[in-house]
């Protein structure tokens, strides 16, 4: 497995972020960087913050880059969860959907006791929602 020092020179390297600039904008040395990258020295907390962020800066998409190969699998938009929710629905079985039903009946009314929905809709959707 990939240590993070390999990780962080692979985004860098794909994105084309050149270590002078990266440096530079976070404040440390290229040598500091350098080392950093070829697994000779570790860095604290906020200056791998600073990297990651400077990175971002120099090559947009490179710290989502970076963190998709640290987790080993491409990371999901919400508008994907949301096309796999609907596939799972689709695909759901009877007794599933009852299911699916009365969770999404339990938090509906859950959360419209925490907000502000007039009682008048409040009160028409009771009707429609028996939970």
Aim: hydrophobic share 40%; glycine share 4%; proline share 2%.
């Amino acid at each position: 497995m990939a240590q993070i020092h390999q990780l962080f020179k692979r985004a860098m390297d794909r994105y084309g972020v050149q270590s002078k600039q990266l440096a530079d904008l976070a404040e440390i040395s290229a040598v500091h960087l350098s080392e950093f990258r070829n697994g000779r020295k570790w860095l604290s907390q906020d200056v791998f913050e600073s990297l990651l962020e400077g990175m971002e800066q120099l090559s947009p998409g490179s710290k989502r880059y970076f963190c998709e190969l640290l987790a080993g699998e491409q990371l999901r938009e919400k508008e994907d969860n949301v096309l796999t929710l609907i596939r799972l629905i689709e695909d759901a079985t009877d007794e599933e959907m009852d299911a699916v039903l009365l969770t999404i009946g339990r938090k509906w009314k859950e959360s419209r006791l925490n907000s502000a929905i007039p009682l008048d809709y409040s009160q028409n959707l009771d009707s429609a929602i028996a939970v």
